[in-house]
């Protein structure tokens, strides 16, 4: 695979730790280019109306990684139950139509070995599971510890699509946003906690949270509807402040949540601010509604 060179779709602050494991692992890779305007309009342009943003986002960044020389793309491959598992064969089919050459790589928690002996014949499998290893090391660096609840600032927790959570250029970078506002900042969506929980590795945390998440739904749900139930619940019993639900617009899982979270958040007295994303969003409009609500928390903390 001498002359592969790979790209994969942005997702926020992890994109250098992948760019570093896949050359950790002997792969030519190309960084994902950064998602700009122009990023966004490609990928609308050649995505249904109504599919998810993160869709059309990873589209846009995967037409600008070939046009810059990527040949090799990867796509996590959920194998879940919403719309994401779709992804890599939608984005294929699309990308061929448009006349690219490149071949795309679904990769998942169980072909994830397979695939890497595929790209680099000569790596031991204890060798890979070595820089897998040292890939996770600086994947938990990078999200540093979980903040604690602060007297004197205003605690938010911030629940949502997965993609949307983690990469700034979709999200407006809120985080950034609500740092300027003095925010203490509870993003419950990390990738640590995401990859532990598709390993099941993590049935042990939050335990009562999940339980209780379960009766409001009548089966699994996928994406991260659960998730965001029972960590809402988690902050909730913690002392949060308020909660910021981030999702994209026509997201099953999230629009599925919308009555539980409302419902929950009203039990507790909780404030709560919904915020839609799609490629139509403005930016001055997401500021005014995120400050407004800050305000609102701050007065109600006095
Ligand atoms: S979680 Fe929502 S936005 Fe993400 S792939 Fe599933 S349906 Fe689409």
Redesign the pocket.
Known sequence: MENNVFSFPRVGKYTSVFCHLLENLGLKVLPPPPITEQTVKLGVRHSADMM????KITLGNFIEAIEQGANSLIMFD?R?R???RH?WMLQDLTLRRLGYQFKLYPVSFSNLLSLIKKFNPELSYLNIFKKLKQGWGELRKGEGPAPTISREKVNLGLVG????CLEPAINLDIEKKLNLLEVNIFNTVRLSDFIKASLRLDYREKRTYKRRAKNYLNGRL???GLENIYNSMYLIDRGIDGIIHL??L?????TTIEPILDKICADHNIPLLRLPIDETRSEINFDTRLETFVDLIKRRKK
């Open positions: 998810c943003y993160p869709f959920s879940g919403c719309r994401l992804y699509e997965i993609y949307t996928g994406g991260h999702l994209p026509s997201c099953m899982p999230e």
